[in-house]
Each structure stands twice: as C-alpha cells, then as structure tokens.
C-alpha cells in the first residue's frame, strides 16, 4: 500500500525567505505527483503536477521536483510572502488513477 | 471559470442523526471522488465514480456510509447513524482526464 510522508508537518519562516518542503512515497509505481495548497477550512488548490518521465515543474515562485526512482519529491518557494501561509499536501497518482496523500505541511511566512 | 460545488458548507449534527452532503461537479466531468479528512491529516478516498457507476468504494464504511450519483452528475454522500469519529472535512472532486482533480470547498461536519 502506497504511503506519503510530508517532513516537516509545520514550518515558521521569516517573510523573504527560500523555503523547501519535502515528501518521500514508499512505492515508486506511481502516474505523477501533485503539490496542492489548502487554506484553513477551505477546499485543495492544484499547484504543480508532475508527469513520472518528467523531473521538475514551475510556476512562479514554486518550483517542484520529483526524483521517482529513490521516492522523493520537494517544494521549493522562493521569497516567501505572507501569503503564502497555508497547509501543502503532496499526493501522488497510482495505477488506478487515485491520489494518495501525504498528512501535509503547515507552513506560517511571518511578516 | 467552472467549480465543484458542495453544500451545506457546515454542518452540526447529534450522534445517532443521519446526515446528508451534496455535490455538484464541474459540468461534462465524467469522473467524481468524495474524500474525507480528518483535522491534521490528508485527504482519504472514501468512493469514487465513473459516471453513475461505482469504480471504487472500498474504503466506505458501508454500513453507515452510502453514496448515489443517479444521473451521473451531481452526487449525495448520506452519513445513517453519525458517530463522533465522523467528525471532519468532506471534500468531493472531479475530473475528466484522471489526471487532475478539482476539488470543491468541502462540508465540515461536526458530531455532537
């Protein structure tokens, strides 16, 4: 059974800083990797999908990477700002199209 | 842009009540998943349609838990008695490649 690991669980950071958050999955048969974001209370945002061929994906600030074969995969943000202050939970996509999460990170950019 | 819709957003119920959560997905998304999340952790897939058709239900607690989709659109997750572990965030998604779900707002149940 395909389990997700997301170190740490909560992150504090000052505003401006670089920032890297990670996830590591136990069976390396998997479809893609996704990052998505969840404010407090509120529904999951997709913000980046990696194919399994592929290494990384950009957008903006975010930078993902996926290394499938040893099961890892980070979250880099550059130049955190408050607002970007929410849980980032890593799922990744199995032979049956399903996600499976990992518990998240909470991250706090202080201003 | 389109949205997965869910209601109600809040929902306070007694032990022993049943309760009800309603989705409606993104029009012409073949595919819908409801998920349950416990406060502190990620999501977990609960049931899975393609179409009407259940794909997968495995991890449903059928014996209070029952899920419909009759015209393979909008869906009704029904909840026949609530236990206090009930207590957590429904989320439903939807897709229409497999690859990338939209996930709706989410209902937070609370059992007293």
């Known amino acids: 059974k395909q389990e997700v690991t997301q170190i740490p669980a909560a992150l504090s950071v000052p505003e401006g800083e670089n920032l890297v958050l990670n996830c590591s999955f136990t069976?390396?048969?998997?479809?893609?990797l996704q990052w998505f974001r969840q404010d407090p209370g509120k529904g999951l945002t997709s913000l980046l999908l990696?194919?399994?061929?592929?290494r990384e994906q950009t957008s903006g600030r975010l930078n993902a990477s996926l290394d499938k074969s040893s099961g890892r995969s980070t979250l880099y943000i550059a130049a955190s700002q408050p607002g970007d202050s929410a849980t980032y939970l890593c799922a990744v996509t199995g032979s049956a199209r399903q996600l499976t999460f990992g518990s998240g990170t909470q991250l706090t950019v202080l201003p | 842009e389109a949205e997965v819709a869910q209601s109600p957003r809040y929902k306070i119920t007694e032990k022993s009540q049943a309760v009800a959560f309603w989705c409606d997905p993104i029009s012409g998304h073949a595919t819908l998943y409801w998920y349950r999340q416990i406060l502190g952790q990620g999501p977990e897939l609960l049931v899975q349609f393609q179409d009407e058709s259940v794909v997968d239900d495995s991890q449903l607690p059928k014996d209070r838990f029952s899920a419909e989709r009759l015209k393979g659109v909008d869906s009704t997750l029904k909840i026949q008695p609530a236990e206090l572990g009930d207590s957590a965030m429904y989320l439903c998604a939807s897709s229409t490649d497999k690859e990338t779900q939209y996930f709706g707002p989410g209902t937070r149940l609370l059992v007293l």
């Open positions: 069976d390396s048969a998997i479809y893609n």
């Open positions: 990696i194919q399994s061929s592929q």
